[in-house]
DNA sequence: AAAAGACCCAACCGCTATACA
DNA sequence: GTGTATAGCGGTTGGGTCTTT
């Protein structure tokens, strides 16, 4: 099939955009809304393609952006689930959906100009996000959870969509969202909370650890305060996930290690795979962390051994160096 | 002060997915 | 089932700005 161009290249401007272009867009947007891009820039009276426009107006424009510098917070978050999909398709979108009033774009660029460059030189691989010099775990199964962790991702982005276009009825004369995977706080599905979920398991890890072992309780059965934590945490996972409507085990494909089959688990499986051996769900091992301060630290052996630093001691470090890079 | 290089980010390109006639 | 329009997405670029020499 050959597809036909969007628009007349020949004529129509290209680049920056004016403030005048952007007011005849805004104008034209609040009194007829947005939508047939095509058709848009004729009546509001731009000499761009609608394409320019609809982008224009998705990463720029819209009322409901955030511009300004990223707080650590968001820093953090991006890092994280950057980990946690690596490159796996969709992955600047599902980003943007846990970032409030970020688009995907500026996501990716804060990324690609700030954030990679600085995880580069902290001696961190931006694109597995383990150690450079093999100091971190880099065990076959580490990698295989992050693409098992990025399978999911990308299967919770289609229910999610599915989810979306379900609850926009053809009978709303409303244009359609913007993007179908970025939404406001409060209409964020509950699915979408599972970074959430996954980081009060580090948080219940962490206080396991400090109750227990100064290492990390994932070497040891947890005591019984932690085990309760972590199994109200499994079950609240869980939860989230057949909220969604998502079925694990038969959209991915079965964890091997070492030719030993690791499918059939949920989601928290793969989260509490190394965090709890006593709460009987250690499948799969957790996304693959490096931990900082250890030449033999390592995260995501299955079977459940953490060394060195926490979880969230690795982010804390992780985020003062990022702030003393930003002071330097 | 000026030139060169580095940095940053808005915007574009090309592709795929989806909706619809 | 097919073709077309539109939307969404990741990768990349170009030019303005900042920093260094």
Redesign the pocket.
Known sequence: ????P?CE?VGL?????TPEEDQKLLAHIEKHG??????LPLRAGLQ?C???C???W???LRPDIK?GKFSLQEEQTIIQLHALLG?S??????IATHLDKRT???I???W???LR?RLERMGIDPTTHKPKNGRYNTSKEAAATLSHMAQWESAR??AE?RLV?QSNP?ADNKP???????FSNSSRPRCLDVLRAWQGLVAAADKGSSLESPTSILNFPPPPAATSVIASAHSKVDELIMSCGIVWSPMVPSYEREGESMGGGGISDVVLGAVSKSSGHQNLPPPMLPFAGDDNATCGDVGGSIEGESTSNYWNGLLNSLVDDDDA
């Open positions: 099939m050959v597809r036909s969007c290249k401007k290209k680049g920056p955009w947005y939508g047939s891009w095509r058709a761009r609608g394409k320019s609809r982008l224009r998705t990463n720029y511009r490159n398709k969709l992955r600047w979108a599902a995907d774009n500026e990716k660029n804060h690609n100009t700030h460059k982005l289609e969509a276009r053809a359609p969202p913007l993007r179908s995977t970025t």
